[in-house]
């Protein structure tokens, strides 16, 4: 297959690999979409997502994850982010490892959340060998929700969120986290 050098993994219609500078605006363009922004606090500048792709490429390069980028692979087009990423906001939880998802709204239920997220698991338990997967959303956010309990999440409680605490809409957050390994796969 020829997709094999440019994605470290590929589930059945993605292609999970680390960012490129090519990949900045196309991700502006999702970030600045506000139906994908819906749940979090505001819009990104391009200097943030610039600043953000930056983040993950360094943390990809430190620790072998991230947000991963996403192709889709039929068309070979970007199409956002499914992936793990160290969290180290103040919280009972943290440090952790957050699994996370952002993709473009013309893109939105298909599955292809689902079908990353559980692609990223997988290879965050089997071959990162990593124990535990954390997954917050705002409460409101129940599209988020559904996705984690499709990949086998288990909710553990709902907190207020240290880094949305002026923002009343979205403060209130659930924590998901895996279980235990020989239960999800």
């Given at each position: 297959?020829?997709?094999?050098?440019?994605?470290?993994?590929?589930s059945?219609?993605?292609?999970?690999?680390?960012?490129e500078?090519?990949?900045?605006?196309?991700?502006?363009?999702?970030?600045s979409?506000e139906k994908?922004?819906?749940?979090?606090?505001?819009i990104p500048?391009?200097?943030?997502?610039?600043e953000f792709?930056g983040?993950?490429?360094?943390?990809?390069?430190?620790?072998?994850?991230?947000?991963?980028?996403?192709?889709?692979?039929?068309?070979?087009e970007?199409?956002?982010f499914?992936?793990?990423?160290?969290q180290?906001?103040?919280?009972e939880?943290?440090p952790?490892?957050?699994?996370?998802?952002?993709?473009?709204?013309?893109e939105?239920?298909?599955?292809?959340?689902?079908?990353g997220a559980?692609k990223c698991?997988?290879?965050?338990?089997n071959?990162l060998?990593?124990?535990?997967?954390?997954?917050?959303?705002p409460?409101?956010?129940?599209?988020?929700?559904?996705?984690?309990?499709k990949?086998?999440l288990?909710?553990?409680?709902?907190f207020?969120?240290?880094l949305?605490?002026?923002?009343e809409?979205?403060r209130?957050c659930?924590?998901?986290?895996?279980?235990?390994?020989?239960?999800?796969?």
């Open positions: 297959m020829e997709h094999d050098k440019k994605y470290l993994f590929t059945e219609r993605l292609g999970f690999r680390n960012w500078l090519a990949d900045i605006d196309k991700m502006h363009e999702i970030n979409d994908v922004m819906e749940f979090f606090p505001g500048t391009k200097e943030q997502t610039t792709i983040r993950m490429k360094k943390q990809f390069d430190d620790k072998g994850f991230c947000y991963f980028a996403v192709d889709k692979l039929e068309t070979n970007f199409i956002g499914i992936g793990l990423c160290e180290t906001y103040e919280a939880f943290t952790c490892i957050d699994i996370g998802w952002r993709i473009t709204s013309s939105w239920n298909k599955g292809f959340a689902t079908e559980k698991l997988q290879y965050a338990l071959e060998k990593l124990e535990n997967i954390y997954s917050v959303t409460k409101i956010n129940t599209k988020s929700e559904r996705i984690m309990v990949i086998g288990e909710k553990q409680y709902e207020e969120h240290p949305l605490t002026n923002n809409r979205l209130t659930v924590l998901y986290k895996t279980e235990t390994q020989a239960e999800l796969f």
